[in-house]
């Protein structure tokens, strides 16, 4: 009898041992191939780590490439959060940290939220500006290694280097070794993007390239815009749709000077409308966005609270300005001699940057007033250091303002009121302790949308301008496809 009952035992705990071993193996075989298969992937992970947590690997840690925040740094590879491939859905209806996230996409570029084709334009166009130059024949540099990309330079030539983030960021788009994208994703057809990507280095030919040299009878940055133009025109993507699904880079106000009429039809990516006319640059087909900041991000840990910030409001820069910024010189003589009031002159020069950094730091409002156009760098550096931005600018566009709502951790002071005598410090101490906190601690929550870094993060800087620029191509799309629903009867007519 005990035998019996010993060999039934016995045939269990075979018949149990291979009905795990079968449900570990069923249920690796599903995760393998859960891109094909009708179970969600974060189901099919969480069998394997209720039955097995062998099995369960989760995302290493990838290596990340960020400039640092002072020119004098080498570029290198940090240990930084990896590339996630995972994003979750943001809830619009909801003022969270996550403007940037979106819904899961892989390196399949017909699940990526945008594809987008770039030319192969010849390196004196993008990289070669930085001094590279490549082996014969070849376009673009080795991204994967920081030893073959070249440095951006550094001083104010840094504040309108997106040119050179966006399109790293597409290189690197098909590069196993940086995870799968959630955003752009670069396609190697035209036929099968949302949006062709013109790779100039429209900001630094300018600020480089502008003047004349020796015997130069045109500068080396309206040659480039020339050939540009001659190129773009010549390209059937181009002649398609007359330039409307193209995005062109032209942060610095004075970048594609000679261009841009010509290159007008296409979409911008710019600072602000203060150097275009209305018909050639609007909010209804251009994008905005930030510069890059040039003091360093504070981490939210070592941010200073409202006690700890002795200065009431700051502000450092230029003072005499053309055009929109003579408010500078008026409320320089109105707050010069203020208690617990910082304005002065500055600039990038000697200690200029270090200075701003721990005067920022130390602040509890800092003033982003109009210059020579609407907007400045200024702001975001206000934005990483977590001092509240006062925006006395009347004709500002803000970067990512459809996701973001700038007054939960900025204040908006119009340019009349700003030079009332009294008007503006009465402001700024009516805001007490409880108020200011509030903007300031959802200033550390959205610091990360305005960081340029390589390889890109979710909801940084770069994923954020590709997230702005799929909402402007839908919108595109829509005009388009009403614009050609009598075309079939229009071409029937004209035969």
Same mark, same amino acid.
């Given at each position: 009898? %005990?035998?019996?009952?010993m ?15 079968? +449900? ?11 891109? #094909? ?28 490439? $960020? ?7 080498d ?14 859905? %943001?809830?619009?209806?909801?003022? &969270? ?10 390196s ?29 024949n ?13 440095? /951006? ?7 309108? %280097?997106?040119?050179?983030? +966006? ?30 990507? =013109? ?9 480089? #390239? ?36 193209? +995005?062109?880079?032209?942060? @610095? ?12 039809? *296409? ?21 905005i ?14 941010? *200073? ?5 002795t ?17 500078r010189? !008026?409320?320089?003589?109105? +707050?010069?001699? !203020?208690?617990?009031? #910082?304005?002065?002159?500055? %600039? $990038?020069g ?19 007033i ?21 925006? $006395?600018?009347?004709? &500002? !566009?803000?970067?990512?303002?459809? =996701? ?14 700003? $030079? ?18 509030k ?8 610091? #990360?949308?305005f960081?340029?870094q /390589? ?20 919108s595109m799309?829509?005009?388009? @496809? ?9 071409? =029937?007519?004209?035969?």
């Open positions: 009898m %005990s035998e019996k009952i060999v039934h035992s016995r045939f269990i705990f075979c018949v149990m041992l291979i009905s795990m071993f079968l +449900l570990v193996l069923s249920s690796l075989f599903l995760l393998q191939f859960s891109s #094909h298969s009708l179970i969600p992937r974060s189901v099919l992970e969480l069998i394997l780590v209720n039955n097995s947590s062998l099995y369960f690997m989760p995302n290493l840690k990838r290596e990340q490439i $960020i400039l640092p925040p002072y020119p004098s740094e570029l290198k590879f940090q240990s930084q959060k990896t590339r996630e491939s995972d994003c979750k859905v %943001s809830n619009s209806n909801q003022k &969270i940290s996550h403007a940037g996230q979106q819904m899961n996409m892989v399949n570029p017909t699940r990526a939220l945008l594809r987008v084709f770039m030319y192969d334009l010849p390196p004196e166009f993008h990289f070669g500006l930085l001094g590279w130059k490549g082996s014969m070849q376009t673009w540099p080795e991204v994967d290694n920081p030893k073959h990309i070249p440095r /951006y330079p550094g001083g104010l030539n840094l504040q309108h %280097s997106l040119e050179y983030w +966006l399109t790293l960021d597409l290189l690197s788009s098909n590069n196993a070794k940086f995870g799968e994208p959630c955003t752009a994703i670069r396609v190697q057809d035209s036929s099968q993007a949302d949006v062709i990507f =013109v790779p100039f280095f429209s900001s630094l030919s300018y600020n480089r #390239h502008s003047k004349l040299h020796g015997e130069e009878k045109v500068s080396v940055n309206k040659m480039l815009q020339d050939r540009l133009v001659q190129f773009l025109m010549g390209q059937k993507e181009w002649q398609r749709s007359g330039g409307k699904d193209h +995005l062109i880079v032209a942060h @610095h106000p004075n970048s594609l000077l000679d261009a841009r009429k010509k290159l007008g039809s *296409a979409m911008l990516v710019l600072a602000d409308f203060g150097r275009y006319p209305v018909e050639l640059a609007n909010i209804n087909k251009d994008i966005a930030p510069y890059r900041h040039l003091v360093g991000t504070i981490p939210r840990a070592e941010s *200073a609270s409202y006690e700890d910030r200065t009431l409001v700051y502000f450092q820069g230029a003072i005499y300005r053309k055009d929109g910024g003579a408010i010189q !008026e409320l320089f003589y109105l +707050l010069k001699d !203020e208690k617990d009031v #910082h304005f002065a002159f500055g %600039s $990038i000697g200690n200029g940057i270090n200075q701003a950094s721990q005067g920022m730091a130390l602040s509890k409002f800092c003033l982003n109009a210059g020579d156009t609407p907007s400045s760098n200024r702001l975001f550096d206000a934005i990483v250091s977590h001092c509240v931005p006062v925006i $006395i600018s009347d004709e &500002i !566009e803000l970067p990512f303002e459809d =996701v973001l709502d700038y007054s939960d951790f900025s204040l908006f002071v119009r340019a009349s009121d700003a $030079i009332k005598k009294g008007y503006l410090l009465n402001l700024l101490r009516s805001i007490k302790r409880k108020e200011w906190t903007m300031w601690e959802r200033l550390k929550e959205i610091t #990360h949308h960081e340029y /390589y390889p890109s993060q979710p909801g940084d800087a770069v994923n954020m301008i590709w997230q702005q620029v799929a909402r402007k191509m839908s799309r829509f005009n388009l @496809h009403r614009k050609n629903r009598y075309r079939r009867s229009q071409l =029937v007519k004209t035969n």
